[in-house]
């Protein structure tokens, strides 16, 4: 039922990304009033055992597996407000780091982006090619979900 999200990389050897089984029964649960609305949130920035270090060189990315849990997501060091916008059956999001959040003169490795919903838990997972991050550096992820069916 998981779904890639919408990239710019189709070989996946950039970055990968997924909507979870979660995304799909959380919409349906909230489509017919079971638990709260269903509202994408934050995205928390840390790492993940899905991206490994090639010997050939660069990043390998592994699938990502529907049921990704917050548990797997290692040394998280920031969070995000998810930015979402709408238009036709296109859901838009934005995604910038809070670098002037960092501690100075730290440096966090960053491979995963996991977007969390109103209930703490993973819908999408985002994994890219390593990448330092540090106050003072910008970061801007900029996805899309395209919905199924006719717009109008």
Do not use: H
Not at 8 to 23: E, F, I, R
Not at 75 to 102: H, N
Not at 134 to 146: A, F, H, S
């Amino acid at each position: 039922m998981s779904d890639n999200i919408n990239l710019s990389s189709p070989n996946g050897s950039m970055y990968k990304a997924k909507l979870l089984d979660y995304y799909y029964t959380r919409r349906a649960e909230s489509a017919i009033g079971i638990g709260s609305r269903f509202t994408l949130m934050k995205a928390y920035w840390g790492r993940s055992d899905l991206v490994t270090k090639n010997p050939d060189g660069g990043w390998n990315i592994a699938e990502i597996p529907n049921d990704f849990a917050n548990e797997q997501l290692i040394g998280k060091f920031a969070e995000s407000e998810l930015i979402c916008t709408l238009q036709g059956a296109v859901i838009t999001v934005s995604i910038v780091l809070p670098e002037s959040a960092l501690p100075e003169n730290d440096v966090f490795d960053f491979n995963t982006l996991a977007l969390i919903d109103d209930q703490g838990a993973v819908f999408a997972v985002l994994c890219a090619q390593q990448d330092s991050l540090y106050k003072g550096k910008t970061y801007n992820i900029l996805l899309t979900i395209e919905q199924k069916g006719n717009s109008r």
